[in-house]
């Protein structure tokens, strides 16, 4: 908590500590500034994206205040979590290759590594990676078993040495049409049956220029958030479609934007613990080149990366807290 940082009643959001000095530019005592919920040097209410504003004296605030936890990277408690998604990509020799690379290479130890493995490599996968790298399958079903040709179950994946499942990929929603209702019975058969879970979530570019991205990942959310049974369990993973293997990356402060939103949204639907406690990666187009800008940003507690987990730069991505 910051004792610095405080809320006016009309949810202007203001640090004491943070405003610059015009000398300098630097920040100092004694003024105050109107910030976003996370230190960004921008006023957010609570209803709206935030916007620029200039320093002002304390005297102009509101004198109806609290105190508004803020929160660093370092202040969070949330491990990072960093999950490699192959999609339908490799063969044994190309996953030897990338587990040999992630044997060898020194990783962050503070970094939980989760890797999504098409489904024939999962055991594979687990017979050959150190037991400190997580296996994830990619997909399940929400039923232990039956007549269902082509799925896979949370049993399966078990049985498989694999503890994780990525659901609710945009691939999923998009190509194969999959309800948020259906990603919601996934998510809680994979809990019930003691899978983790990394929840994916995301808008299109056509509802993000809509102006439709708090309703549309608020909707899919809330799907997820009902059929939850332990969030301990639970990863949400924000990747806007438009920068999925696009070469196009939200930039740090409109992924931080998202992420906070979402923690806020988890504060008033599920509970304050939740929100403070639950881990929200980012994935789209991540790369080693802007892994580490986005990882100083206080809500994002990790990536879910595509394309670049199949190359030698995953060791940078998954160091980027270092």
């Known amino acids: 908590t ?11 959001r203001w640090c004491h500590r943070r405003a610059p000095d015009p000398r300098s530019g630097r920040g100092r005592s004694g003024v105050g500034a109107e ?12 209803q709206r994206s935030p916007i620029s504003a200039e320093p002002f004296e304390l005297s102009r605030v509101f004198p109806s205040v609290h105190l508004l936890t803020c929160t660093t990277p370092a202040m969070s408690g949330r491990k990072f979590c960093v999950g490699g998604n192959w999609k339908m990509n490799g063969n044994k020799s190309s996953i030897k290759e990338i587990c040999d690379m992630l044997k060898t290479a020194k990783l962050d130890p503070n970094t939980e590594v989760v890797l999504g493995c098409p489904a024939p490599y999962l055991d594979y996968v687990r017979r050959i990676l150190p037991a400190a790298i997580a296996v994830s399958a990619q997909n399940c079903y929400k039923v232990e078993k039956g007549a269902f040709t082509g799925e896979i179950s949370p049993a399966m994946i078990k049985d498989c040495g694999a503890t994780w499942v990525i659901l609710g990929h945009s691939e999923r929603r998009n190509v194969f049409k999959e309800s948020d209702e259906l990603i919601g019975d996934k998510v809680h058969h994979a809990l019930e049956s003691g899978l983790n879970v990394i929840a994916c979530i995301g808008e299109l570019l056509e509802e993000r220029e809509a102006g439709k991205t708090e309703e549309v990942v608020y909707r899919q959310t809330a799907a997820i958030a009902a059929k939850v049974t332990d969030w301990n369990r639970v990863v949400l993973a924000y990747e806007p479609v438009w920068a999925i293997g696009t070469g196009k990356t939200a930039s740090p402060e409109q992924a931080q934007e998202v992420h906070a939103q979402l923690r806020q949204w988890l504060s008033k639907n599920v509970s304050p613990d939740v929100a403070k406690k639950v881990r929200i990666q ?41």
């Open 2 to 12: 910051c004792v610095y940082c405080l809320v006016s009643s009309n949810g202007r």
């Open 35 to 46: 910030v976003g919920s996370r230190h960004e040097g921008r006023f957010q209410d609570s």
């Open 282 to 322: 980012y994935g789209g187009s991540v790369t080693a080149a802007n892994c580490q800008e986005l990882a100083k940003k206080p809500d994002v507690d990790g990536f879910l990366v595509g394309g670049a987990s199949l190359k030698p730069e995953f060791v940078e991505i998954i160091n980027a807290r270092q």
